[in-house]
């Protein structure tokens, strides 16, 4: 790649998991980008929610030897509790680069479209020989458009595959010409009741509505998921909505993924507000009735 531009966009990433047989065909490298526009109580991501950087602390690794401490120049560091006062914390990383047992580490690192993708690039043959590609998720990917433009654009000129998860609640008008650049585009459904979208997961329901429907209007290779969260996306109504929604855009494919609350153990780590929702995962019994409900409808799921 090319030097670094210094007026070039940057986004903050959190983390690129490479060699992933999921979200999307083949081997691909996973691109988690930080910020959402949405406070999802079951995220399983929470470190992702905040666009700027954070260092996390992970206590079970910490030794107490207080390296840390000498080099902070802000007094950042308290002996006892959550080792980072983040009020005083600028994200100089001293920190993260003093503690030998990786107790502190930075999430989030701005990164240039030639930055990353020179990372990527590294992976271009398991990609094509397995049909695999890039993945971006997040967090809300799309927060960040003028970044995945440069490098949805520079992928399409190496030839690898993209694919977009998103939750829908992007600005038509910025994204339209951008999502052309797309190979596949992961539509993420979550609660199809206005109020209850409003009281759980924040703004945004109309505009998901809408560019739903444009996607699939427009052509675009756009596949709906969603995410069986007990007591939210799993209720009976919402997944009749789901139904009607797909009938209305004579769409009859979706995927369907399991709870799990992995997320929660991310939570402490950044002293996060989201709640510990501690929900059980769904019996094998419930699980099929769920998805009869969608074969009933006439739609086929995936997964």
């Not at 950087?53 to 007094?75: G, L, Q």
């Not at 924040?202 to 699939?216: I, Q, Y």
Request: charge should be negative; include cysteine.
């Amino acid at each position: 790649m090319e030097p670094t531009d210094l007026m070039e966009p940057t986004a903050p990433v959190f983390d690129i998991q490479r060699f992933s047989l999921h979200d999307g065909p083949g081997i691909r490298s996973l691109v988690f980008l930080k910020g959402c526009s949405l406070h999802c109580p079951w995220c399983q991501n929470p470190e992702s929610q905040e666009t700027k950087p954070v260092i996390a602390f992970y206590e079970d690794r910490c030794k107490k030897s207080f390296e840390c401490i000498a080099v902070c120049p802000n007094e950042a560091i308290r002996l006892e509790g959550f080792r980072v006062d983040y009020g005083r914390c600028e994200q100089c990383t001293r920190c993260v680069d003093a503690c030998a047992y990786g107790a502190l580490r930075l999430i989030g690192e701005r990164l240039t479209p030639q930055q990353l993708m020179s990372r990527l690039l590294a992976d271009r043959p398991y990609y094509e020989s397995s049909g695999g590609g890039v993945t971006f998720t997040g967090g809300e990917p799309t927060l960040h458009h003028q970044f995945l433009e440069r490098v949805l654009t520079f992928c399409k000129e190496a030839g690898i595959h993209t694919n977009l998860e998103t939750a829908g609640t992007f600005s038509w008008v910025t994204w339209e010409r951008t999502l052309g650049l797309l190979d596949l585009i992961y539509f993420d459904l979550k609660i199809l009741d206005a109020e209850l979208y409003r009281q759980h997961l924040g703004a945004g329901f109309a505009r998901m509505m809408e560019n739903a429907a444009k996607l699939v209007a427009g052509g675009f290779p756009v596949e709906f998921r969603m995410a069986l969260i007990p007591g939210f996306t799993d209720t009976p109504a919402n997944l009749e909505a789901v139904v009607d929604l797909f009938q209305a855009l004579g769409k009859n494919t979706i995927h369907l993924l399991a709870y799990h609350n992995m997320g929660e153990a991310k939570i402490d780590i950044i002293q996060g507000a989201q709640p510990k929702l501690g929900l059980a995962r769904h019996t094998d019994e419930q699980w099929h009735r769920m998805r009869r409900v969608f074969e009933q409808g006439g739609i086929e799921v995936l997964g």
